[in-house]
């Protein structure tokens, strides 16, 4: 006979160990750490998805907003251990898009339908604040009915303020992962969680909606960083939710670590969606890398936005933060019909207003 592992204990109590989240929609630490070790319990899993897709529903209906994301520059100055762009990975032929590049990416994004760009790169030193604060003008001008996310990177106070002014709405900084060992781990000693999290209590005074995030699988990472990353997204109460597999580069120090757990990234969604009831919460390219149906798991696991690619064809294999990275499929811009269908079958619609933050005005 096997010898007892305790999993019927564990079987009988994950009813209770879901409990204050479907309640209360918060966690306490405990609480918290209870309800991921769940995480293998298929009918614990089971009851928190349709708690997730039911409030999704109760908040966004069947709609899953798309955003154009257009990935304007693969240069920059830090050395994150997990991504392909990093400065010292000499391999990245890189590449810098003009201002006038991206206005003409924002012209074709807007011809297809989307009120949403997201301007993403490295932290390149060329795109000065001066720089930024002339581009966001520019594009808020041109596009008065746009929503406009930036998504470069750790700058000062001053600077998110002039961007702020400039018309910027939206500013995504994953904080990767709220514990200190763990951020460590990830990032080379001039980096610090500290600074990253002021950035994003930062943006959140300037009245930015903001988006932070974490990998799931990162090296390194334990159940007890996920409770940390959870209470963190509980106490800095983000607009947006950025939340996928790690993936490992081949040039990278990580190149050789495993993928982190499609159905724990799944978990988390449903868990975030749960605690932020009204989050934007996008189904990740990396989901999309990781599995062919990921994205479409992602919405049915309480997930509601896409980004769709903008940048021009010839950058897009250069902006390589993991491996197989897609890049000409239906997260393509181009294919947002074939995308539309996807999301139709899927039993969801594809809209393309600038779909903010449900609750409040902006
Ligand atoms: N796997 C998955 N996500 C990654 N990112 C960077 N490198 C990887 C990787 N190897 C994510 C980071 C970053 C976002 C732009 O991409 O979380 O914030």
């Keep these: ?23 209360k929609g918060s966690l306490t630490r405990e609480e918290a750490r209870k309800l991921l070790a769940c995480a293998e319990e298929k009918e614990a899993v089971k009851k928190v998805t349709e708690e997730a897709v039911k409030i999704r529903k109760q908040h966004y209906g069947d709609k899953v907003f798309v955003r154009g994301l257009i990935e304007f520059t693969n240069y920059c100055k830090n050395n994150c251990y997990y991504c392909g762009i990093r400065r010292d990975n000499s391999h990245v032929s890189r590449y810098r ?46 596009y008065p009915d746009c929503a406009l996310t930036l998504s470069i990177g750790e700058r ?7 961007f702020r002014e400039a018309g910027a709405d939206r500013y995504l ?12 781990r ?18 959140k005074e300037l009245g930015y909606q903001v988006g932070a995030g974490f990998m799931v699988g990162s090296p390194g990472q334990t159940m007890d960083s996920l409770v940390e990353d959870l209470m963190f997204l509980q106490e800095l109460q983000p607009e947006m939710a950025g939340v996928g ?16 757990r499609v159905d ?15 989050v934007l919460l996008p189904a990740t390219t990396a989901l999309g890398t990781l599995d062919g149906n990921g994205r479409e798991k992602g919405l049915a696991a309480g997930a509601n936005v896409l980004m769709p690619n903008l940048s021009p064809l010839q950058n897009r294999k ?28 899927a039993g969801y619609r594809l809209v393309y207003e600038r779909g903010d933050f449900a609750g409040r005005i902006v």
């Design 245 to 260: 597999p790690f993936v490992p580069h081949h040039e990278t120090p990580f190149g050789k670590e495993p993928a982190g």
């Design 318 to 345: 250069k902006y390589d933060l993991y491996d197989n990275k897609i890049s000409t499929g239906e997260e393509a811009a181009e294919c947002l019909s074939s995308l539309e269908k996807r999301v139709a079958k």
């Design 173 to 184: 900084l994953r904080h990767e992962t709220a514990r200190q060992d763990h951020y460590e």
């Design 156 to 162: 000062s106070r001053e600077a998110y303020q002039r």
């Design 1 to 23: 006979m096997r010898p007892d592992t305790g999993r019927k204990e564990k079987g009988m109590n994950w009813n209770h160990n879901i409990a204050p989240l479907l309640e």
């Design 264 to 278: 724990l990234t799944l978990f988390l969604l449903s868990v975030i969606r749960i605690l932020l009831p009204n």
């Design 97 to 142: 898009l003009t201002e006038e590049e991206i206005l003409e990416c924002c012209a074709s994004g807007y011809k297809l339908g989307f009120r949403t760009f997201v301007l993403q790169g490295g932290e390149d030193g060329w795109y000065t604040d001066d720089r930024m604060v002339w581009l966001v003008s520019q594009i808020k001008k041109t």
């Design 186 to 203: 990830l990032h080379p000693k001039e980096m610090s969680l500290a600074n990253r999290k002021q950035c994003l209590y930062w943006l």
